[in-house]
């Protein structure tokens, strides 16, 4: 398959799992009528984001896998026949949970999982109070889409995470995200911060020559503690192809929902002009397994 009709959905959240859900189903169902052939959704898309504060009854969140969530997308994918990438919190076993991407292929079956390897630990993301890192690895997901490259949110940080994906196979890069602003950073530093975030992902594009498609959420969320303003996400859910080069950006202060066409095939020509997989000096790179090298 040459081109791959897209939907990305970045939608603003509340503390409802069934009205978030019902949401999201309505948009699925939207963007497949309208011909997508895949649908990428945000980070914990079915509930607030909890990690701004350390609550063990957040926990009461997390649903195993399989389980009523995924009966519900499983559904959901076969219904609308399109490729679907959730984000799920998974719970594994009592007090082991996991961040974790299911992919449903469009008959509803489970194509893969990707669990999420890095885990942040940030004033008001407190992922690691709730996460285990992943151990599935960073291996792509083969659907009737293609290979699908899927890491999670602070994965996009990590050049390293992105071309083990690429080695594997992938042709796309996926990101399902929460990222924003705290409310005490000024304005330039706001400015500064979704800029990097950006280009960060656009080197990954670019430096493996493949599309990237990350989804992020939108809008206000408070802390429950009270302890900070709350985070303002800043959406900017985006898709890149493999030179970097915008393909779609959303807004950064409303809902989006959107159908962007991504071919795969242009990966191949730009590799050839950019053979930077033919280059890398494999027989020199050791060290980049340690920690730091003093």
């Given at each position: ?50 990690c701004q504060t350390e609550n063990v009854d957040a926990c ?23 490729v679907l990438v959730t984000s799920l919190f998974e719970r ?112 990954h594009a670019i430096a493996n020559g493949l599309p990237v ?82």
């Amino acid at each position: 398959m040459n081109t791959v009709k897209t939907g990305i959905i970045q939608l603003s959240k509340t503390g409802d799992k069934q009205q978030n859900r019902q949401r999201l189903a309505e948009k699925i169902r939207d963007l497949a009528a309208k011909g997508a052939q895949l649908i990428v959704n945000q980070e914990l898309h079915d509930s607030l984001y909890f990690c701004q504060t350390e609550n063990v009854d957040a926990c009461d969140l997390a649903e195993s896998i399989p389980g009523p969530a995924t009966d519900f997308y499983s559904d959901l994918a076969r219904e609308c026949g399109v490729v679907l990438v959730t984000s799920l919190f998974e719970r594994r076993a009592p007090g082991l949970y996991h961040n974790t991407a299911v992919v449903f292929e469009k008959d509803g079956s489970v194509a893969g999982m990707y669990r999420k390897m890095h885990i942040p630990d940030d004033p008001a993301y407190y992922e690691k109070f709730y996460f285990t890192p992943g151990d599935l690895g960073f291996t792509p997901i083969n659907t009737s889409v293609g290979r699908l490259g899927v890491l999670v949110c602070w994965d996009q940080w990590y050049p390293e995470a992105a071309r083990l994906m690429a080695l594997a196979g992938a042709e796309m890069l996926i990101y399902p995200t929460a990222i924003g602003w705290e409310s005490s950073d000024t304005a330039d530093e706001k400015e500064r911060q979704r800029e990097a975030w950006v280009t960060v992902q656009r080197g990954h594009a670019i430096a493996n020559g493949l599309p990237v498609v990350t989804v992020n959420r939108v809008g206000h969320e408070s802390d429950p503690s009270g302890v900070t303003g709350g985070i303002q996400f800043w959406g900017t859910s985006f898709v890149a192809g493999p030179q970097g080069e915008f393909l779609f950006k959303a807004p950064d202060d409303k809902e989006c929902y959107e159908i962007v066409e991504i071919n795969l095939q242009r990966s191949e020509q730009v590799r050839r002009w950019w053979p930077f997989l033919r280059d890398r000096r494999i027989d020199a790179y050791g060290d980049i397994t340690k920690r730091f090298l003093k």
